[in-house]
C-alpha cells in the first residue's frame, strides 16, 4: 500500500489539504479519520467541506454524534468518539450511512474498523513531538483500495499546488512522502525526515 505524508505547519494548511480531497469525492466515498482529541480532524473535515461547497458551519458533531450538511452532494459528518460498541453505531443507523448517495465523513473512524467498508480512505493526523512547533501536525493517508490511491495522488497534486500558493516563502520543495510501508515511517512527528519519494 502507498502511503502518503505530509506535515501541515497551521490549520489554515490543514484545511488546504482537506480542500485538495474535496474534487476527488464522489457520492458513496467514506473517509475516516483518527489522531487524538485537537490533532485537527475537525479541522481538516472543515476544509473539505467547504470545497464541497458546504455553507453551513461545520462543527464537530461529538454531542450530536452526526451532522448532515448539503454540499455538492449530501455530506454526513459523523464523530464516534463517545460511543462504546457496535451495536450503538448501528442503532444510529450507521449501515444506512454507507449508502451511496453521500459522502461519508467519519472522526473516529478507527473505532469502528470493522463496520467501514472494504474500499476507504484512512486519515490519520497527528500533534507534534515536544521539541516540535505546537502547530505541526503530521497527516497520513492510507488509502484502501485502488481508486483511492489515485485520489490521494490528486489530493496531493492539488494540495501541492495550492500549499506552494499560500506560503509566504517560494519553495520548490516538496511538503509530501511517499512511503511503500504498512504503517507510517519512524518516531512521532519525524515523518517528513524518513520518508522516501
Ligand atoms: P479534533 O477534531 O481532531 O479533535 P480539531 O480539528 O477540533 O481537533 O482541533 C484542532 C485544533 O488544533 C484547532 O484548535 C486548530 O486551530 C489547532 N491547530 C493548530 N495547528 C493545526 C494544524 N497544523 N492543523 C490542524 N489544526 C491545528
Ligand atoms: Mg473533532
Given at each position: ?40 480532524k475537525t479541522v481538516?473535515v472543515q ?12 462543527l464537530s ?46 472522526e ?90
Amino acid at each position: 500500500m502507498r502511503v502518503l505524508s505530509v506535515v501541515t505547519h497551521s490549520a489554515e494548511e490543514t484545511r488546504i489539504v482537506g480542500a485538495s480531497l474535496a474534487p476527488t469525492l464522489l457520492p458513496g466515498d467514506v473517509v475516516s479519520l483518527s489522531g487524538d482529541l485537537g490533532a485537527g480532524k475537525t479541522v481538516f473535515v472543515q476544509g473539505l467541506c467547504v470545497a464541497l461547497g458546504v455553507e453551513d458551519r461545520v462543527l464537530s458533531p461529538t454531542f450530536t454524534i452526526v451532522h448532515e450538511y448539503d454540499g455538492r452532494f449530501p455530506i454526513l459528518h459523523l464523530d464516534i468518539y463517545r460511543l462504546d460498541s457496535f451495536q450503538e453505531v448501528l442503532d444510529l443507523g450507521y449501515e444506512e450511512f454507507l449508502d451511496p448517495s453521500s459522502v461519508v465523513l467519519v472522526e473516529w473512524g478507527e473505532a469502528i474498523g470493522p463496520l467501514l467498508p472494504r474500499r476507504f480512505l484512512e486519515v490519520e493526523l497527528r500533534q507534534p513531538g515536544i521539541e516540535e512547533p505546537e502547530d505541526h501536525r503530521a497527516l497520513t493517508f492510507r488509502p484502501h483500495g485502488a481508486e483511492w490511491i489515485a485520489k490521494v495522488q490528486a489530493m496531493r497534486d492539488t494540495a501541492e499546488t495550492l500549499l506552494a500558493a499560500a506560503a509566504e516563502e517560494t519553495t520548490t520543495e516538496t511538503r509530501f512522502f511517499v512511503t511503500d510501508e504498512p504503517q507510517p515511517p519512524a518516531s512521532r512527528g519525524r515523518i517528513a525526515e524518513t520518508g522516501t519519494d
